[in-house]
């Protein structure tokens, strides 16, 4: 089956499962119809689906995942002892684990391709991630009440399914509304260096991190790498371990902070 069959029998799931898509047409572009399907993955609430549904959907991502092209730790060279810089797309990485900056309700974000991290891992990684961490809160729902959601720097690990990565690490940054804080900084810190410990515990050799709580979650990038930077260095100074940290950038200007940073210490 080739990847426009598999995308359009996709499509169809997922348009008959719910009633009020049934005026939508298949587009016959094929920008349209990745959109279409990325949308419509996007806004599906958790519930069960079909295993040959899953299977076709597994295919079709683990192909759009090559297509993209996957980077492996073991080809990037250090920046320092331990920590790594990367710009690229983190769906493509293949680690031990890649962090997710979430929010705290922690079934991924539902606006239709959007282009947060959050959307993307969840996106390329199946329907299989929501559901896992539906699963995940309901028990912690169970636990703490109806209305629990998920706290700032408490990290929560996960099955990767169709990412290259073997783990994900969902984690909820803090968000600046107004002027940044000494407790913003805290948790910032302590949202990787927890990540870093679950990591560990998880017997997983590599983590990749994405710049936690800047863009939507408003903390100054600037300082936001800061933190990072001198919270994993602690981490590798403070632990017998072998961990390889890397920092995933995807815009020019984190890319020119952390390589200034990371040179600084040479």
């Given amino acids: 089956m080739q990847q426009r069959q598999r995308r359009e029998k996709l499509i169809r799931a997922l348009l008959d499962e719910d009633p009020k898509y049934g005026g939508i047409e298949i587009p016959q572009d094929e920008t349209a119809q990745r959109q279409l399907l990325r949308s419509l993955l996007n806004v599906r609430m958790p519930g069960e689906i079909s295993e040959e549904f899953l299977m076709i959907q597994d295919e079709y991502l683990r192909e759009e995942i090559s297509g993209k092209g996957v980077?492996?730790?073991?080809?990037?060279?250090?920046?320092?002892?331990?920590?790594?810089?990367?710009?690229?797309d983190i769906t493509t990485l293949e680690c031990g684990a890649v962090v997710n900056a979430a929010n705290s309700g922690m079934t991924g974000c539902y606006q239709p391709c959007h282009n947060c991290i959050d959307n993307c891992i969840h996106t390329y990684a199946g329907i299989q991630?929501?559901?896992?961490?539906?699963?995940?809160?309901?028990?912690?729902?169970?636990?703490?009440?109806?209305?629990?959601?998920?706290?700032?720097?408490?990290?929560?690990?996960?099955?990767?399914?169709?990412?290259?990565?073997?783990?994900?690490?969902?984690?909820?940054?803090?968000?600046?509304?107004?002027?940044?804080?000494?407790?913003?900084?805290?948790l910032l810190s302590k949202c990787y260096s927890s990540c870093l410990d679950l990591a560990m515990e998880n017997?997983?050799?590599?983590?990749?991190?994405?710049?936690i709580s800047t863009g939507v979650f408003m903390f100054p990038n600037e300082r936001a790498a800061q933190i990072a930077v001198d919270t994993v260095r602690t981490w590798?100074?403070?632990?017998?371990?072998?961990?390889?940290?890397?920092?995933?950038?995807?815009?020019?200007?984190?890319?020119?902070?952390?390589?200034?940073?990371?040179?600084?210490?040479?």
């Fill in 71 to 88: 980077t492996s730790v073991t080809d990037l060279t250090p920046a320092e002892s331990g920590i790594y810089l990367w710009q690229g």
């Fill in 129 to 186: 991630l929501r559901n896992e961490c539906h699963r995940r809160m309901q028990q912690l729902r169970g636990m703490f009440g109806p209305d629990y959601m998920h706290p700032t720097a408490v990290p929560m690990i996960t099955d990767a399914y169709n990412l290259p990565s073997e783990k994900v690490i969902h984690v909820v940054g803090p968000i600046v509304a107004g002027q940044l804080r000494p407790e913003h900084e805290e």
């Fill in 203 to 211: 017997g997983l050799g590599s983590i990749a991190f994405c710049c």
């Fill in 236 to 266: 590798l100074k403070e632990h017998t371990s072998d961990m390889k940290v890397i920092f995933d950038v995807f815009g020019d200007r984190d890319l020119m902070i952390y390589t200034k940073l990371l040179k600084g210490s040479q």
